[in-house]
């Protein structure tokens, strides 16, 4: 796992993140959604020999000023989980998140996420990271699945 490079996604970047969510059977839907987070967010991407093998995407809500920001879509491919991969993609954007924030001279405050309470590695990973419980919010993205909220400080 030593070849693992995490970096920032650029427009080059397009072709491989559509292939990476191709599991998502919505092409239209994911194409607005890579070409969404290329141009107008940030994507943060782990990749090895030339393949995308994790994505954690985030974005600035609401008002910069706020210093808020919501972490997106932290997924990583099946076989590289349990590798470390899910690790350098959290300290790569929180790190990314600092330097955004330092570049536009605005205090970064808050990261926020929602995660499915059954998914315990996640939970895990978000916890070593001092993301904090803050409550349950039901069924938000699915009927299927519980989602909690969690959010860290800056």
Known sequence: MNNIK????TKKDKNYLLSYFEHYKI??????RVNCYILHNFTVIARTNNKIIG???WYIKEDPRAGVVEF?????SEKYRNKGVGDLLIKFAIRSVRDYFKKIQIKPRKIFLFVEKNNKAAI??????KFKFISEVGRLFSDKEIQLFYSRNL
Request: net charge neutral; glycine share 4%; no cysteine.
């Open 6 to 9: 995490i970096t920032l996604a």
């Open 27 to 32: 092409k239209g839907l994911i194409e607005n």
């Open 55 to 57: 994505v954690l995407q």
């Open 72 to 76: 997106e879509e932290v997924h990583v």
């Open 124 to 129: 895990s990973l978000y916890k070593k990271y």
